[in-house]
């Protein structure tokens, strides 16, 4: 940590400043420039609050040198995590994990259809939705119970692991007495700390979904809540973030896949569905997540987008999957994986 | 609400759609441009899900006549709300309600230390976090329970009703036993539905701030989820939102002040301490808030802020507080308010 | 053109407001809500002024329905637009037009040092810089007349055309005298009208970089501009909007390469070295712009990016080009495409 | 300056760069944190292209410890900035500046009938545009030329100085024989640097609006450009940044206003017109500019706004131009101002 005073600063302050920060066991190197002093502080710094150093009138910036993650850090562990979601099914590693399904569960006939002919196209799990965040309060909320169970059993017939979110921490038993693979925290959730520690406490696989207006730091932040609590089993998803651009719903950002697998270890897929909400997009952006190195891509899909419930806007059909599969499967090996 | 088609959108279309709209119970103008068609649809729209609509391939655009709030909505209230706080304290009418206190309860000397001050000065609320949303698990959390009951105390002593932030839903119980007057929903929270309806189901003011990246109308949407429960008490608060600037924590957005005001009739507060985290911008944008109509403000007073536990770099002391609190008074009549 | 009004619009309004209209020879459809009325504008809205009409106090919404722009559009000319650079080189077919070399023009040796080791490995064209825009006065500002010459001397050595950018309309003719191929409108330059204009009048390939926080609309209303004066020759490049992330330079819209070629016949080339500000993350972008139908891309290119005047840190060596471009040849065919 | 070095950077290359930097006449401070090497140079910085140095492999970050502009900072030049702009008029001292006028000069009865308006009311100068730069081809370009001398003519006739905005270069002369008091660079040409050049080597005072999505810092340094020439008249003027939100045309940043004032020794304006583009808002947001210490504002007012050709929707009339301006008068002395 590196800390910058003003012009002008007191001797006196900068004293109680180097004896405060020696107390707690780190050594300082001062450098006295033309018009500002700078401190290094040399040691574990993770004792020191960098948001009260900040606040010392004195202070001018305070600059981290080491990441505010451990856990989910590469430095820590410079392999890539490879995650067993069970099944023989894995995210991380070699081989690209293909995530699909309808946004929301509606029918045990259109959730194991789907997943009938998803799994036949070869995705690897089954995704859907029971419980449904949704801006508006009279907008269709998902099945609840009754769809998670609908996908359990659509998830064990077709043979898939299934991923489905999960809003509140008092749900935690049933997502884990009904078998969910994988549970999902959503972007609207993505520093709900309380759920993040409540899903840290047990040792499903996470699937953390960036938060809308997340820097790629507080998503990394978010993963280390989980990761704190003993649940090292965390996916990354990037689904998108909100700029000026409102075209397409938000702006997918493949930049932060890169970014996210250099300073982490953990696996990162990408949402095409969600960051464009627009369908005919979809297919491409799959491509171009694979082709920058994604470990995984997560693609809503509908048997009747245009009567679905929720996000058919967005929703390709599974013949327009089956397609996509068929490219993807051609396109992994020029970047070293396989589908 | 005006659905616009595409060009060459094939006739079948068109029927199948206005059938299954007047199903609903709509009528429908139909409006033929010189390459594309626009359906007026009239009468009560919020039985159409506006999603499902746009995900047909051959629709361009749904635009929105009315508003997706009712509650929340001027349309449908057209006077002020003013929200009843107990112990002769309102929000929302001629008066503006300072709230004010630090970021973090630390000790009862500290809280009632910083109450006695501000009350003083002529604060209408204590202000104080005990369950606190840090983005590391590493960062000091809150004093939790403990500093729940040091806040009641310190509110009862002064006379202050107090406002203070719930992080989940099991912890609503604790709230309204210890006798909490205005429970605060952060602005990581503002889209967790959740935690809304839970305490829509209260009848306690929610103070519901404003999320990092929340639209004008995601917002009054997550206001529009608490009164759906049937509490109508709700108190917005504008705290800054994310943008490309880094040189303030936040960007204050004081225009979603007047246009929050002319969409809806609840009360908008301001909280400028978040919004900049500098302690040295807090006092002008007070003034700016409200010089441009707030209905109140929220700051961050701490008596020693050079040492607060949490946010110390935007607290002002108590000092500076009074200081404020002589030029506010001078500045509302000439807004035709009253502090 | 659609306007919707606000409820208790007078009636002497709607009459005033409708008799103006039609006087400039459009129809009208009325609709009436429960609430609210909605004009429904049919003919050639051209003549209409948008924002003037915005500017009534009882007009609540104004909804275009066609774009506002013409030429630029997929409407007027579904077929996409092949432009022609000479020398045998395209953008906009089937081939991917592959642009590179440094950010700025040094000497001669290294301009045809690069141009000789991309013409290798089969890049199109030469970039480079002359009139480079700096943040800072005190920054590098390129070799201006004396680079232009070395650029276009390399380009005809290694039988490369050359695309480099303009700053001021005053240098129009140098760039015409000297021969350069291509001329690049920078992003701080997207809505500098009189520049647009300028070059619409020559009939020059124009390669015109997106703002950075230009809308795809803006965007193309900039490639209007050009294509008003007469010169149809416009080539759009993607390279990254500004956002909230500051981990890279910018962040790369790879939906706004799908949302362009959906709405315009142009072509659009994508720049992954300014998008992100960091040279390990070039060539996996470039794979994901290709994957996702990108018309070519743009890559800085440096023979010693450790010492270069300008933007080194998002060079690539030849070395690094050279296997990117055995990527790329590999990776083109599976979307439909050749390099 | 500080660089910090990634893990395991080999001691070569410490040696080579700490060689190259001591060659260019500065110190270095050497740091060896647990896993980090950080490197603080002292000595005039200005030598090192911080860029360049970014560019290595084995560099991690590098971080400014002085501000990379001088002529517009308040370290070289404590006291406020007041810029005479003659005929008695200033900006940057007690008195506040209220300039005021059309979006467009239409005719010489409107220009001159607003500008009588306006005096009369207490504005301090007179604007108007007569080169407008509009996103469409098709949109009203202004009066140019012709417009030009309405506005000197009307200014002549109030008593007013002018300000009107410059689109490029070669305009210039036109404009200082014409004999316009204040040269705008609108918002879309602050990073158009060879404009920047070219009102540097004039004396005229110039309006420097910041660019929709210009950081504090870049704005700064795009004054420095004009001051880097010899003119040390700007003034700069918050007209709005673009951000996700979308129901007001900009976002007002008024925490931009205390940022500035706390930097550089330069006066700040405020155009609460353009940035809300919705005149019920200008009032109330130029009350909250004077609160919180800008220096001046500048409003657009039309006489007849629902006919006018440019941002009818964002002008207020005379009427209520001249009830503002009663307000400010009672405002300001609670700020320490005067109008």
Redesign the interface.
């Known amino acids: 940590m590196?800390i910058?005073l003003k012009?002008n600063t007191p001797k006196e302050f900068v004293n109680k400043l180097t004896k405060n920060i020696k107390s707690k066991g780190l050594q300082i190197?001062i450098?006295?420039?033309?018009?500002?002093t700078?401190l290094?502080l040399?040691?574990?710094t993770?004792v020191i609050?960098r948001?009260?150093v900040?606040?010392?009138?004195y202070v001018d910036?305070v600059?981290r040198?080491?990441e505010?993650?451990k856990r989910a850090s590469r430095?820590f562990h410079p392999q890539d995590s490879i995650i067993d979601i069970g099944g023989g099914v894995t995210v991380g590693g070699k081989k690209i994990a293909v995530m699909a399904g309808p946004c929301s569960i509606e029918t045990p006939d259109q959730i194991e259809g789907v997943a009938k002919d998803i799994a036949a196209a070869g995705a690897a799990m089954l995704r859907g939705g029971a419980f449904k965040?949704?801006?508006?309060?009279?907008?269709?909320q998902g099945l609840r119970d009754k769809g998670l169970d609908m996908l359990v059993t659509a998830g064990k017939k077709a043979k898939l692991p299934v991923v489905t979110e999960i809003?509140?921490?008092?749900k935690l038993d049933v997502f884990l007495k009904d078998g969910v693979d994988v549970i999902q925290i959503g972007a609207?959730?993505m520093?709900?700390?309380?759920?993040l520690?409540a899903v840290g406490k047990t040792r499903k696989p996470i699937l953390l979904k960036r938060g809308?207006?997340a820097?790629?730091?507080?998503w990394l932040?978010s993963a280390?809540?989980i990761m704190?609590e003993g649940n090292h089993n965390v996916i990354l998803c990037e689904r998108g973030?909100?700029?000026?651009?409102?075209?397409?719903r938000n702006?997918?950002?493949?930049?932060?896949v890169?970014?996210v697998k250099?300073k982490s270890h953990l696996p990162v897929v990408v949402d095409p569905s969600h960051?464009?909400g627009k369908?005919?997009?979809v297919a491409?952006?799959a491509?171009?997540?694979?082709?920058?190195?994604a470990d995984g891509i997560m693609i809503e899909v509908h048997n009747d987008?245009?009567?679905?419930?929720?996000?058919?806007?967005?929703?390709i059909t599974p013949d327009m999957f089956t397609a996509l599969m068929g490219?993807l499967r051609?396109?992994a090996p020029?970047?070293g994986r396989e589908i």
């Open positions: 590196i910058i012009e190197d450098s006295k420039g033309a018009r500002k700078v290094g040399v040691g574990d993770s609050d948001e009260q900040q606040g010392y009138d910036k600059v040198v080491e505010p993650y430095s965040p949704r801006t508006s309060p009279y907008s269709f809003m509140s921490a008092d609207r959730n520093q709900n700390f309380d759920l520690k809308l207006c820097t790629i730091e507080e932040m280390e809540y704190a973030i909100r700029t000026f651009e409102t075209y397409t702006t997918l950002d493949l930049s932060a890169l970014a250099h960051a464009t369908r005919w997009m491409d952006l491509k171009a997540a694979v082709a920058c190195g987008p245009d009567n679905a419930l929720c996000d058919g806007a967005q929703s490219s051609q396109l020029i970047v």
